[in-house]
């Protein structure tokens, strides 16, 4: 992953526990003064939340653990792979559109982050400026030409 979405996951993480893990808590301590816990549905929804929470923090940590970071500023070339800021041209509609290549972690479409397993990253891996690359995604295939191959 990038040091980017690195550093969004440790954020996530920390938010995790220093404000919701905390809430949550007295969520449930408050549900719980109310009495009968069986009846209790915001007992119940507190530790269904609380559940939730405790799950994320493990996968949070787990991923950040197992992380391997890549410094995108150190990369260089003229080849597109992990990192790489593509710009694009669609062959049909003449439309332009730029994708950076990260992880799966921070994958974000609308926010021209594509995952290095999507079917776009996929197809432009080994690809250079100047080249016709076919995608087969899942809404049929499209043809784009790489107009320009950035590192930032």
Do not use: C
């Not at 919701?20 to 719980?32: D, H, K, L, M």
């Not at 992380?67 to 080849?79: C, K, P």
């Not at 594509?114 to 250079?128: D, H, Q």
């Amino acid at each position: 992953m990038t040091a980017e979405g690195y550093a969004a996951l440790d954020a996530e993480l920390k938010r995790l526990k220093t404000d919701e893990r905390p809430a949550v808590i007295a969520a449930i301590s408050e549900a719980r003064s109310h009495g009968d816990l069986s009846e209790n549905a915001e007992y119940h929804a507190a530790k269904e939340r609380q559940s939730f929470i405790e799950g994320r923090v493990a996968e949070l940590e787990d991923k950040l653990a197992r992380a391997h970071v890549i410094d995108v500023s150190r990369l260089s070339g003229t080849n597109i792979k992990f990192g790489a800021t593509v710009t694009l041209l669609d062959e049909d509609s003449g439309d332009e559109a730029v994708y950076k290549i990260v992880g799966e972690d921070e994958a974000d479409v609308r926010g021209g982050k594509v995952s290095i397993t999507s079917p776009v990253a996929r197809a432009l891996i080994g690809k250079e400026a100047g080249d016709i690359v076919e995608v087969t995604a899942p809404g049929g295939a499209k043809s784009y030409e790489v107009l320009k191959v950035r590192w930032l």
